[in-house]
């Protein structure tokens, strides 16, 4: 079994960018946080022959659900960012009609779109995570696709 | 199929290494961190640490390959390893410390569960051999009640897991001649040049 350190360094920024894909820029690092601390947690118990990436989004679904859920309880207004965040915070701000056009998204296109066109994962899996059908899964990704060509144009001139 | 939106949700190296920082205070109090890791430039090259939540467990020069005595300690003690300096910063000073003529002993907690049986009786020996002393394969095995045992005892010194902090460098051939050595046979002349300074 590889050190989990080469788990970090070869899948984080992958995670990273689902995790923000998914419940925004802010949201996103508590979220990514609690998957990696959960993986570590449970990686020895891991089968040698399991798709690291695909169990690594599973998580991240689930922290990603948690994490929203504790921001639906206490709702943080945008200005109260630490400093921390704020200091490089440019991802939010380069990014702020990207941002909208996401969350503007059902939930479940949105996660279809992040799970399969930025992590990869066959709609098999993602029907799992999502509780629905394949077939559903790439519906919700290619409504979710379809829905951000035209609320954020961008996307066809870059 | 060219979704270009998703190239503009990025992953920056500035915030990954910010959320790895995170994770590791985060896992070392919840006790998950297994092994943290740092390295650390010395004279004899740079020089791999390893620590469970024991001790000090691994020494490793260059020429062992970190990545292959971190795939090691992956398989032998737990895979749930991280860069980690923040457990290693007391080691790290000293061991500067130790290169800079400022320190002539180490105070740290060890983790031997790398070494067992008789390698353990000649590593435990080794801690008593002081800065600057040197003793034969033949004296060690002698002192560890196995007189006959002095290629062993080279074999021991050999699978040190923690080199220049247990001082397998002050063992010597009974000729006076320096021997082999874990880091390299240049590295030991260096070690011992350090401390007869």
Redesign the interface.
Not at chain 2, 3 to 12: G, H, K, V
Not at chain 2, 78 to 83: M, T, V
């Given at each position: 079994m590889r050190p989990f350190e080469d788990v970090v360094a070869q899948h984080g920024p992958t995670v990273l960018r689902v995790c923000r894909a998914v419940v925004g820029p802010v949201d996103a690092d508590d979220a990514w946080s609690e998957t990696f601390l959960s993986a570590l947690r449970a990686y020895p118990d891991l089968p040698g022959d399991a798709n690291v990436e695909a169990w690594l989004v599973t998580i991240a679904h689930r922290r990603a659900l948690d994490v929203g859920r504790a921001r639906s309880r206490t709702p943080v207004p945008i200005n109260t960012l630490p400093d921390r965040l704020a200091a490089h915070a440019d991802p939010a701000e380069r990014h702020q009609d990207l941002w909208d056009a996401l969350g503007r998204l059902p939930t479940k296109q949105r996660q279809a779109v992040a799970y399969h066109h930025i992590a990869g994962l066959p709609f098999t899996e993602i029907a799992e995570l999502l509780g629905n059908s394949p077939d559903a899964a790439r519906r919700a990704a290619a409504d979710g696709v379809k829905t951000l060509r035209k609320t954020y144009p961008k996307d066809q001139s870059a | 199929?060219s979704?270009?939106?998703?190239?503009?949700?990025?992953?920056?190296a500035?915030?990954?290494a910010?959320?790895?920082r995170?994770?590791e205070t985060?896992?070392d109090d919840?006790g998950?961190?297994d092994?943290a890791?740092r390295r650390v430039d010395t004279p004899v090259g740079a020089l791999l640490l390893a620590a469970t939540t024991v001790g000090l467990v691994r020494v490793a020069y260059d020429v062992e390959d970190h990545t292959a005595v971190?795939?090691r300690?992956?398989?032998t003690v737990?895979?749930?390893?991280?860069?980690a300096p923040a457990r290693l910063d007391d080691a790290a000073r000293q061991i500067e410390e130790y290169f800079a003529k400022r320190r002539t002993t180490f105070e740290l907690p060890v983790d031997l569960r790398l070494s067992a049986g008789f390698r353990r009786s000649v590593i435990e020996h080794l801690r008593d051999i002081g800065y600057g002393h040197r003793e034969s394969y033949a004296t060690v095995a002698a002192a560890i009640g196995s007189p006959r045992a002095v290629r062993a005892v080279g074999t021991a010194c050999a699978h040190n897991p923690l080199p220049v902090v247990i001082p397998c460098h002050r063992v010597v051939r009974s000729d006076g001649s320096t021997g082999q050595y874990v880091g390299g046979p240049a590295a030991k002349s260096t070690l011992l040049d350090l401390e007869a300074a």
């Open positions: - | 199929m979704t270009n939106i998703f190239d503009e949700i990025e992953a920056d500035a915030r990954l910010d959320l790895h995170r994770l985060a896992a919840a998950v961190l092994i890791y971190l795939a300690l992956a398989d737990s895979p749930r390893i991280l860069h």
